[in-house]
């Protein structure tokens, strides 16, 4: 089913992009610079992308643009009632198509006064390697006390079709009131998923092959619920962060939130059996956002050693949190997996960010295993709300340490995912307007150097402008969700027919 998002202001601003006018044989050069939105301006795209339309936010009465390749082959697009420069699907899939590879160069015109002007051509660099079809997200409203109006959905980046995997309640209702995240497919497929679903109705989706179940993964001798997902590669085998959380707000402080962690281990979770079994449970370590090594014999994750929390009951430890929420820093480790005892190895340093001065989340290895990529900031894991992070690479081969600059801005770029083929990263970014995350996406070349993010192309360009909702936990998958949005509430609903997980030693 094909879903269209309403957002306030969209019905009375958005008008379709008018018929295309006429590049003109004259023009001067104007004398302002080029602003437009989203910035496409020098970007990497896969040559599969959706038209990048975009607004001219420079002053004018007319626009027109013209995108031409190294033959001379060009498309355009034009208005004579805003500035929308919107490119026919057709046209523009037969010119990026035909162009990977090589370099387009764009030239904007706008008319003011009955005067055409252009601006200096802006490059489109056509990388030679698709990005995975389809894109994932939550999209949740900025409120931090009650489940309404959230729900994951799908994004085919060939086009601008979007489609809803799950919706809760539209409206708030205290018998059915619910909250759904941490979506997440085993190896790029959808053939296996798994969301958790909060509050009412709770427990953990599963898709499996055409089967459905919801199961309740609180067991004694596990710390808490399961929290952060992480698929073996190939085997029906989930490894979770149990997690203890909370959140704080800031009285003073240029971000607004912290969530926290007063306690998280790290469990195995055999989906066959429906059996869970610890594979960290320490006293004085947190260890929380796992992630499987593409062969499948290592785990990465993140941990804080917090020595206050030795010897204390967990009553007590979200004040000792709180009291040092920014001395709280988390580095990344790694611990090897044997297939065939599954039984797990001493955890090893990875990134030791606590030296540093910083602290990691969300720690991801490339599907060819040599890069491990995650989000660096000064203090906690849960990044999304720090204005500081930043995406950063390992080099496991060389073990070299460094930022992804181009693709980085000055406010936050955290969670993050590649794609199949390694050479795509997407992330949330709030680098527009501080204040909503939006899907941003980097080409990741060969010589491990990220290429300048762009914004989540849209069919109308002010789109992102519009909408007072933020893209949560952004995931790459070569195929369409399966189950039905029917088929998902029918067994998220269904309280009478919860599996229950075991505890194995």
Partial sequence: MKHTIIYILSVLLFTACAPKLSVPEQSQAATDTLHIYPDYEEVTIPA???????????????????????????????SAEDSRLCFDSLE????????????????????????????????????????????????????????????????????F??????????EFDEENNHCVNCHN??????????FHVRAQHGGTVFYD??????MNMRVDSVLSNCVYPAWHPSRNWVVFSSNLTGQAFHVVNKNKIEVIDYGSDLVFFDADKGTLTNILKTDTDMETFPCWAPDGKKIYFCVADFPPFAG?????????????????????????????????????????????????????????????????????????WHDDSDLW?????????????????????????????????VFSSRREDKNFTRPAIAYFDKEGKAHKAFILPQEDPEYHRLLFKSYNVPELTRS????????LKKVVYDDENVQKATYKK
């Fill in 209 to 214: 092959n055409g089967k459905l179940r919801k």
């Fill in 48 to 78: 599969n992308i959706a038209p990048m339309n975009f607004l001219v936010d420079n002053a004018g009465d007319k626009f027109v643009c013209k995108m031409e390749a190294p033959d001379g082959k060009y498309i355009t697009a034009g």
């Fill in 161 to 170: 079709d979007e489609y809803v995997i799950y919706e809760n309640n539209r």
């Fill in 393 to 425: 690479v390992k080099d496991l081969r060389s073990g070299e340490i460094y930022p992804l600059e181009n693709a980085n801005s000055d406010n936050v770029d955290s969670y993050h995912a590649w794609s199949s083929n390694g050479r795509w990263i």
């Fill in 312 to 384: 204390t009951p967990a009553a007590s430890r979200p004040d000792s949190v709180m009291r040092h929420w920014d001395k709280v820093r988390y580095n990344i480790k790694s611990i090897t997996f044997d297939e065939q005892t599954r039984t797990f190895g001493e955890p090893q340093m990875e990134v030791d960010c606590a030296v540093m001065g910083m602290s990691a989340t969300v720690p991801r290895v490339s599907p060819d295993g040599n890069y491990l990529l995650f989000t660096l900031g000064s203090f906690g894991q849960f990044h999304i």
């Fill in 92 to 159: 523009w899939r037969n010119l990026v198509q035909e162009n990977r590879g090589k370099t387009l160069k764009t030239t904007v015109y706008v008319e003011r006064e009955g005067q055409w002007q252009h601006f200096p051509a802006f490059n489109t660099f056509v990388a030679e390697e698709d990005i995975d079809r389809y894109l994932s997200y939550r999209l949740i409203e900025p409120s931090y006390e009650i489940y309404r109006q959230l729900g994951l959905y799908q994004r085919d980046l060939q086009n």
């Fill in 185 to 194: 497919y085993q190896n790029y497929d959808t053939d296996r998923m798994l």
């Fill in 480 to 487: 369409r969700v399966k189950p039905t949005p029917e088929e």
